[in-house]
């Protein structure tokens, strides 16, 4: 299995509050994305990143920011939560082609109350 | 625009056959994807079709006609651990960059005794 790890796997938070989710990867690849996971719908992409310091938008990016300050962190900031965000949302990553065959995070399940 | 769909939920027996269907309109092709995903999990890599025809893994089956946009994904001698989403992904090589899947919603498939 791939070396990829989010934290927390739980979060509860207030409306208003920033929050933080950190995705860890141990399998030294270029890319990273961040994507939320709603009932009734695809998994939508957040942001992404092909390199450190290296990122960009993907479909649902509004609220929402990153940063990649290493190879191995890829975090994701919402800086005020709604409770629009309260989703679950999945860190992956994958190796050389740029997307595609993708390697999971457990996920982390946030509700905003 | 692009759209992806796939049955929300199908039933089968344990021992069958099930094929999940996934027709697409993007407006880039450049490879499908079939994931698996159980409840309260990650998604995990399955298949992966960029040229017309069969891709056999096991018990496990994808097609692909890309003129007509549709793929499926069979399963064969249908085991309880089956049970679970089954998610089609399509990357769009005309999106924002090369870097980006489109996702189904996902076809959960109950698996009967």
Not at chain 1, 96 to 106: A, I, Q, V
């Amino acid at each position: 299995d791939a070396g990829i790890t989010q934290s927390p796997r739980h979060k509860v938070t207030e409306t208003g509050t920033p929050v933080t989710l950190r995705c860890h990867q141990t399998e030294n690849h270029r890319y990273m994305y961040w994507y939320r996971q709603d009932p009734g719908h695809g998994l939508r992409l957040i942001h992404y990143s092909y390199g450190v310091k290296d990122t960009d938008k993907g479909e649902v990016s509004d609220g929402y920011s990153v940063s990649r300050s290493k190879t191995e962190d890829f975090l994701l900031t919402l800086e005020s939560a709604t409770s629009s965000q309260t989703s679950v949302y999945f860190c992956a990553i994958s190796d050389g082609d740029g997307g595609g065959k993708l390697f999971f995070g457990s996920g982390t399940q946030l509700s905003v109350l | 625009g692009q759209n992806i769909d796939q049955p929300t939920e199908m039933t089968a027996t344990e021992g069958a056959i099930v094929q999940i269907n996934c027709t697409y309109q993007t407006s880039g092709f450049n490879g499908l994807f079939w994931y698996q995903q159980h409840a309260g999990e990650a998604p995990t890599f399955l298949s992966y079709n960029v040229l017309d025809g069969l891709e056999e893994k096991g018990r496990f089956s994808s097609f692909l006609s890309r003129s007509k946009g549709y793929s499926y994904l069979l399963l064969k001698e249908l085991q309880m651990k089956d049970s679970a989403s089954y998610l089609c992904a399509v990357r769009d090589g005309a999106q924002w960059s090369n870097y980006q899947l489109i996702w189904g919603a996902g076809t959960k498939l109950i698996i009967k005794p």
